[in-house]
């Protein structure tokens, strides 16, 4: 068990981040056990073939059997908008003796590929990333992206609606929150209790940990959590035809009015109903305008959800 103990300050500073490089590093999990991670299996199915050319030994040399990746790839973003190549940079500079620590709380020792010159084995790591970057996730990452973005503005809506308390709860099974005190059940039989002192809890959705995640080590404060939307991220969702709004809007505007109870962006709309980004934009931009919709801008990314309006003329249907 992890805990996390929060004054009221730190209550009140709780934020959320994204990191291309934790999403890499994270990944090598569903590479590794596919079968563990279901909702990810249209991914793997499209990289399988670029998979077969990475450098295999420097990742695997990155995760033990229990799912573990070394804290020096799971940075502290220092923005929502962090850039990968910002990343690297960090992860380039990474100080031997850190390196060497973070390999052995992972494996218990240094493995054989990454031991000797730190700079060198860093330059190695760094050149497989990219290169797993490069043909798995560049030609995805938009959609990956706005499914987490999706789901920082859902916990927004909730820390305003019911409080941090209720968001926090929310987040996993394997997290709860209780008169300050954030716990976290992960694998680690170690019982950690970190005090936050001002250093700002960080939550990260992902598309690569099934329940929660944190540093291995006594790093800054900082919990992984999945993703919400990421069931639709790979398949086409047929057009359910809500008849009476049908009827009014058509078959595609009032399936994408129908799913937007959460927000989402063009890009993931597009990819869950098999319709091109230009044309969902059309769709999207019909519906706001005639006030059925709302939208705002995270990061690079529109999202858009249902408005009242919206809602109200799906409930009349039934009516």
């Given amino acids: 068990m992890l805990r ?5 300050d730190d209550v009140g500073a709780v934020r959320f981040a ?48 229990r799912m573990w990746t070394p804290d020096f790839l799971n940075p502290r973003p220092a923005s929502p908008l962090t850039r990968l190549e910002d990343e690297f940079r960090v992860l380039a500079a990474t100080p031997p003796d850190v390196f060497r620590s973070d390999l052995v709380a992972v494996h218990g020792f240094v493995p054989d590929v990454l031991a000797g010159s ?16 490069e043909t ?23 820390i305003a609606q019911a409080g941090v308390a209720s968001m926090l709860n929310g987040l996993s099974p ?19 209790t970190l005090a936050i002192d001002g250093n700002g809890l960080t939550l990260m959705p992902t598309m ?28 086409a969702e047929p ?14 505007r009032a ?17 869950r109903f098999g319709v091109s980004a230009s044309a969902v934009n059309q769709h999207l931009r019909v519906l706001r305008d005639a006030g059925l919709l709302v939208s705002t801008r995270y990061g690079r990314s529109v999202l858009y959800l249902r408005s009242e309006l919206g809602s109200a003329l799906l409930e009349s249907r039934s009516g």
């Fill in 18 to 65: 994204l990191s291309p490089l934790c999403e890499l590093g994270l990944s090598l999990r569903a590479i590794r056990e596919p079968a563990r991670f279901p909702l990810q299996l249209g991914w793997l199915r499209r990289t399988e073939e670029a998979r077969e050319r990475l450098d295999m030994r420097v990742l695997g040399a990155l995760i033990d059997e």
């Fill in 4 to 8: 996390y103990v929060l004054n009221e």
């Fill in 174 to 192: 394997r997290i709860a929150y209780d008169h300050g005190v954030v716990s976290v059940r992960l694998a680690d039989p170690n019982d950690r």
């Fill in 255 to 271: 399936s994408l009015l129908a799913a937007l109870g959460d927000p989402a962006s063009s890009t993931e709309l597009g990819v």
């Fill in 136 to 158: 798995c996730f560049e030609p995805y990452w938009p959609r990956m992206r706005a499914v987490l973005e999706a789901d920082v503005v859902y916990r927004g809506r909730q």
């Fill in 239 to 252: 057009v359910a035809n809500p008849a009476a709004v049908a009827a009014v809007l058509g078959e595609t």
């Fill in 208 to 235: 690569f940990t099934r329940r929660a995640s944190a540093p291995v080590g006594d790093g800054p404060p900082m919990i992984l959590y999945s993703a919400r939307g990421q069931g639709a991220l790979w398949e």
């Fill in 118 to 133: 730190t700079s060198q084995a860093l330059r190695r790591i760094i050149r497989a990333l990219r290169q797993l970057w």
